[in-house]
Every structure is written in C-alpha cells, then in structure tokens.
C-alpha cells in the first residue's frame, strides 16, 4: 500500500511535468487551475492515507486488536488525552464493557456507568462523530451525560448495528493542543468508519456464537469446538474433558416461581460458569436448563476440581428477586477422553450424560465422573457436605 501511495506522488509530479502544462503553466497558474490541481492530488492521497489507516483496523480479528490499532492510528495523529470504547457485549442485555487507554497503554478511567440506552435515540437519528457538550445540551438528561462530562469527553463516535446502538468511543481533548480542527475531525470522522464496521462485524459474529439468554456459547459452536477437540485428541497424549451441567427440579422451579424468575437463575448460573472457568473453556448451553463446559487439554483430576467448584459456587449462588427464591443446586456429569479411548463427539456427550443422570440418580447437587475403564462411572462424588435441595412441592 505504501508503494501505491508513492506512485500517487509520483503521478502527481508528473502530471505536472507534461508539455501541455508547461505550455500553459502560468495561465492555469493565473486562473487557479494548478493549484486546484494539486488541492485535489492532496485530497487523494489522504484518503488513500486514509484507506491504508482504516484496512490496518479492519483486518484485525478480535476486538481487542482493533482497539488497540484504533489507539495507535488516533494517538498517532491527535494524541488526545484518553480513548475509551464503551459497548454491550450482549445484544438483550444492558450491561456494558469499558475499554480507555491513555498515551498507546490500557488505564483504569473514573468512569461509572451501567448502560448507554440514553444515547440509543440521538444516535439512531444523527449517526455521526459529536462534540460531547452538544450532544449533552441535545439530550437535556444531566443524569445520563453528567459521568462523561465529569470524564472531560470531548467527542462521542457511535457504534451502529441492526441491533440499535452496540457502542460507543470516546474521545478526550488534545493534550498539547487546542481543540481538533476541522481536517481532523472529518479524518477522525472517516477513520471511525472503519472502526466502527470492523467492531460491528466481530459482534455480530461473536453474537452468532451465543446463547441470547445466558451470553455463554450456543449448542452448534459447542458441537464445533467438542468435534476439532476430539480430533486433536486422537493425536495427542493430552486428554480433553467436559462437564455436562443441569439444574436441579427446574421445571418444578418454573412451575412454582414463574419462567422468569426461571431465566433469572439461568442468567445467574451461566454468570457463575463463566466465572469459574479458565479462558480457553469453552462454557456453553447446550439447550433449556442444561449447560456443558468443554475443557481442552485437561485431565481428570482437574476436570473434576473444576466441576465441583461450578456446583459448589452454584449452591451458594444468590438470586436476585422481588420475592427469596429458594436454594438452586445442579448436578454434574464429567467425562475425560484422549488417544486410547473413543472419541466420536456422540459417545463423549453420551458417556458425560450418563455420568449426570448417575448424579441424579444419588440425590442430585453431586458430580459424578464417568470411569473409561468401566461400565458403570466411578464412585466419586462430591468432596463437599451434600446440601439438601429444598423441596419446592
């Protein structure tokens, strides 16, 4: 790109060097024609420029690397005195990430907000980069745009989707300069474009992965990551393992409490999942109230502390409602696999299920491992004082 870039210049250079300009150089030049000429090469090579900033943010592939590249690009060109990214990594759910960096590096900012549904409007009817104290003045809400401005943002960019507003960045002042002219704001505005497309896609593709409810995986892209999983495994000394997960009496839950207290505590103990495993995990739900854990490279020793802190966190898992809901408990199903054993990705989910009904079978709140050497799983259960489910009937 950068060797396009030059051949603009050199383009540029010799336009100018033709006869025919030559010819009439000093009547172009009187009339303005040369140095229209030029303003225009000028414009094109800064989108060009342009063009070579906005693709090094678009080819990253997580949302951490565009952020990182979109620091570098505006600090490069602004150094303002902060960058922060705001947005929901859930499309349903209001809770939001923030993201700041100052000089290149990430920064804690003094920055306490819950959600950015009060800019959702504004933004879906002016689309653009803004100053923040216009915005502020727009929407006339001292609550909602008070921590910003405390903050000292100067410009709000949003991030669009299908979904309404996904995010928003913002922009602190220059910190050696005053204000931000009108050429860069129109770079800056051009540049978010990129920005704003690269994140929107990798939101998209990550929501297309995820259970709408819980936030975890869905079932296919469990399906996907046991099946490349299992054929690591048969080539590897390393053993993989799952848990399969299900919460106890839940239709009896739902019956008596309502199916919304019910997604409550599925919202609840997927929370308590993600928590409580590591980030090569794959934490899903595999369907209702059932949830599976995909665990690569994990033996079974591990796989089972891992399983017995998910039921014992999820135990004392407290449930916020308008009215107490009784204790919830789950019952755990485990099952390791690698090279000597069978790995058909129907086998490893049977033989797990087969572990869980066993931990049902034996009075539930339990985890129960499935022995690869045996028929029957093994005797383990839970390292933990059984706590009794309370009875809801």
């Known amino acids: 790109m950068e060797e396009y870039l030059n051949d603009a210049q050199t383009d540029d250079v010799n336009f100018l060097e033709r006869p025919i300009i030559k010819e009439y150089y000093e009547l172009l030049t009187d009339i303005g024609v040369i140095d229209h000429l030029k303003s225009l090469n000028r414009e094109i090579r800064d989108f060009k420029s342009l063009l070579v900033r906005g693709l090094e943010i678009f080819n990253r592939d997580s949302i951490d690397d565009i952020m990182s590249a979109t620091v570098h690009q505006i600090s490069d060109q602004f150094l303002p005195s902060f960058i922060a990214f705001l947005w929901k990594p859930i499309q349903n759910r209001e809770d939001i990430t923030i993201r700041a960096y100052k000089n290149y ?128 495994t048969r080539r590897s000394t390393h053993p993989s393992s799952i848990i399969v ?51 690569p490279n994990t033996d079974d020793s591990t796989a089972w502390n891992i399983a017995e802190r998910l039921r014992i966190e999820a135990a004392e898992m407290k449930v916020p409602w308008s009215d107490p809901l009784p204790q919830v408990t789950i019952s755990v199903g485990i099952y390791t696999f690698d090279h000597k054993t069978p790995t058909d990705v129907s086998n490893i989910i049977r033989r797990a299920d087969e572990a869980l009904y066993i931990s049902k079978r034996k009075g539930r709140n339990r985890c129960t491992t499935w022995d ?22």
């Open 105 to 232: 590096k990430p920064v804690d900012i003094d920055l306490h907000v819950d959600c950015i549904t009060p800019f959702e409007a504004f933004f879906k009817k002016y689309p653009k980069p803004i100053n923040f104290e216009l915005l502020a003045f727009q929407l006339g809400n001292d609550e909602a745009v008070k921590p910003y401005l405390e903050l000292n943002t100067e410009i709000a960019v949003p991030i669009l989707g299908p979904f309404g507003l996904y995010g928003i960045i913002l922009i602190g002042p220059k910190t050696y300069k005053e204000g931000y002219s009108r050429e860069e704001l129109f770079f800056f505005q051009q540049l978010m474009c990129f920005v704003s497309q690269a994140i929107k896609n990798l939101l998209h593709y990550d929501h297309s992965l995820r259970d709408v409810k819980t936030g975890l995986y869905n079932h296919g892209f469990f399906i996907t990551r046991l099946n490349e999983e299992a054929y690591r």
């Open 245 to 295: 997960i299900d919460v106890d009496k839940f239709k009896t839950f739902n019956d008596t409490y309502g199916h919304l207290a019910g997604d409550k505590v599925l919202e609840m103990l997927a929370h308590v999942i993600k928590k409580n495993v590591r980030e090569d995990d794959i934490p899903s739900r595999f369907g209702g109230e059932e949830f599976t854990v995909l665990l």
């Open 372 to 393: 690869p050497t045996k028929k029957e799983t093994a005797d383990k259960t839970q390292s933990q004082p059984y706590i009794p489910i309370v009875e809801m009937l």
